[in-house]
T-cell receptor, first 114, second 111 residues
Framework: DAGVIQSPRHEVTEMGQEVTLRCKPISGHDYLFWYRQTMMRGLELLIYFNNNVPIDDSGMPEDRFSAKMPNASFSTLKIQPSEPRDSAVYFC????????????FGSGTRLTVV | DAKTTQPTSMDCAEGRAANLPCNHSTISGNEYVYWYRQIHSQGPQYIIHGLKNNETNEMASLIITEDRKSSTLILPHATLRDTAVYYCIVTINSGTYKYIFGTGTRLKVLA
């Protein structure tokens, strides 16, 4: 298995632009998580899905952020409009409720908003 | 989820055992202890987890005190590649599977 795949690895965008981050979880995993990491705030859980359904989005900072999981193999995190304070590394992770090996994280997307 | 307390940083000589402590004095009976590590610029990596018994796998050992209020992650023979931030997380093992990451311990393995 190729693991959790995130794209792009790096994204530089101008303030006000729409940004879409993508994640392909491990096949068979029924939970998907989006985290954001900054030096100031560490790793923050933004939202997670179970069987493609959003369960808890209380960590989403504001309405500019939205996440979808249209099927079991794909999820997106969208920021519209982007702001410089959104600059961070965004991680996607997945896990299986049936086997307990914890989360598998992707390599992350480093977002810079200028 | 129970809160955890870890030292901010630790050093360890290469080839020696690295013992990373974690306090979780408010842990509930159904909460597990998980350990992850994050090597610079990479996503966190699962290491090990346990409920109340000591656990060992190919990466590390986990020692949980009898009252479960603290635990220690042991890397038996630390290498330079073990330099990372190590996170101790306490969470239930069903339902949400939601992790709250703290600030972790920055382990530096010295040559």
């Amino acid at each position: 298995d190729a693991g959790v795949i995130q794209s792009p690895r790096h994204e530089v965008t101008e303030m006000g632009q729409e940004v879409t981050l993508r994640c392909k979880p491990i096949s068979g995993h029924d939970y998907l998580f989006w985290y954001r990491q900054t030096m100031m705030r560490g790793l923050e859980l933004l939202i997670y899905f179970n069987n493609n359904v959003p369960i808890d989005d209380s960590g989403m900072p504001e309405d500019r952020f939205s996440a979808k999981m249209p099927n079991a193999s794909f999820s997106t995190l969208k920021i519209q409009p982007s702001e410089p304070r959104d600059s961070a590394v965004y991680f996607c992770a997945s896990r299986s409720s049936g086997r307990d090996y914890g989360y598998t994280f992707g390599s992350g997307t480093r977002l810079t908003v200028v | 989820d129970a809160k955890t307390t870890q030292p901010t940083s630790m050093d360890c000589a290469e080839g020696r055992a690295a013992n990373l402590p974690c306090n979780h004095s408010t842990i509930s009976g159904n909460e597990y202890v998980y350990w992850y590590r994050q090597i610079h610029s990479q996503g966190p990596q699962y290491i090990i987890h346990g409920l109340k018994n000591n656990e060992t796998n190919e990466m590390a050992s986990l020692i949980i005190t009898e009252d479960r209020k603290s635990s220690t992650l042991i890397l038996p023979h630390a290498t330079l590649r073990d330099t990372a931030v190590y996170y101790c997380i306490v969470t239930i093992n069903s339902g949400t599977y939601k992790y709250i990451f703290g600030t972790g311990t920055r382990l530096k393995v010295l040559a």
